[in-house]
């Protein structure tokens, strides 16, 4: 398994957290259970889904300054989980460059979302990343 592979799987699991609109950090076992993840990536998803749970009131805020003419509740749930993931990195892992956080999440847009997504996705992450915050 690739870390790519290791995001999308932290993606799938936030996805589920965020459909259920449950985010407990006992889910984190019940879900990896069913998929055979060898155990470096699996202490990198745990680790990755505890981070985001425990700073989601920061992450989801830090979305929502940079939406440009969107609302943060009228995003498709996918694009959220996405969000979620790549702006934990942006925000709490100085291990990963801003750009590799960035492009794994165009990555997986383009391959779990619709198709202009990315584009969206691409852009509130750049803003991210420089520190800009938009009124929208």
């Known amino acids: 398994?690739?870390?790519?592979?290791?995001?999308?799987?932290?993606?799938?699991?936030?996805?589920?957290?965020?459909?259920n609109n449950e985010y407990k950090l006992e889910n984190i076992e019940s879900f990896l259970i069913h998929f055979e993840i060898d155990e470096k990536h699996r202490d990198f998803i745990i680790s990755s889904v505890k981070s985001i749970l425990e700073n989601l009131e920061t992450i989801d805020k830090k979305i929502e300054d940079n939406l440009i003419g969107w609302d943060f509740n009228r995003l498709y749930n996918i694009d959220i989980s996405i969000l979620r993931v790549a702006t934990n990195e942006l925000l709490f892992d100085d291990n990963i460059p801003s750009r590799v956080s960035i492009n794994e999440a165009v990555e997986i847009a383009k391959k779990y979302s619709s198709e202009d997504s990315f584009k969206f996705i691409n852009g509130v992450l750049g803003s991210i990343a420089k520190g800009d915050e938009n009124e929208g």
């Open 1 to 19: 398994m690739s870390r790519k592979e290791a995001r999308e799987w932290i993606v799938k699991l936030i996805f589920q957290m965020t459909l």
